[in-house]
């Protein structure tokens, strides 16, 4: 008799967790920006796609035009934890999940002649 109990499927977590540690960006541009970072599913196999969809809310991070974090107080700690991912989420019985992190400058939009290629055909 084996002295560990058998595991069975039904003793599987059902609640997941994703651990990110934002160490470094960088940035062209010399504006302060904002990094908006998701979890998100696809959602759906192939033949029944559906819109993807956030798993949580966003996780903030304000960047100054410096490479700096704006809140000196989160500097090289830019951590988060994403909880409650279901069982299907993370085996992708509902399709893909996707970390996703959108960034948006705050400041002058002009554009500049040197950020574009002109094709004169």
């Known amino acids: 008799r084996s002295r560990h109990p ?17 160490k470094n960006f960088t940035w062209k541009r010399s504006e ?15 033949a029944e796609q559906k819109a993807p969809r956030p798993l949580c809310e966003n996780y903030v991070i304000k960047w100054t035009r410096q490479g700096m974090a704006r809140d000196i107080d989160q500097l090289n700690n830019f951590k988060v934890v994403f909880t409650d991912l279901s069982r299907d989420d993370v085996n992708g019985s ?11 400058g705050d400041g002058n939009y002009q554009a500049l002649a040197s950020d574009f290629q002109i094709n004169k055909s």
């Open 6 to 22: 058998v595991t069975s499927s039904s003793n599987r977590s059902n609640s997941y967790m994703l651990l990110l540690s934002v």
């Open 94 to 104: 509902e399709g893909r999940v996707w970390l996703v992190c959108n960034v948006i």
């Open 32 to 46: 302060d920006m904002e990094l908006f970072i998701s979890v998100y599913t696809t959602g759906g196999s192939t």
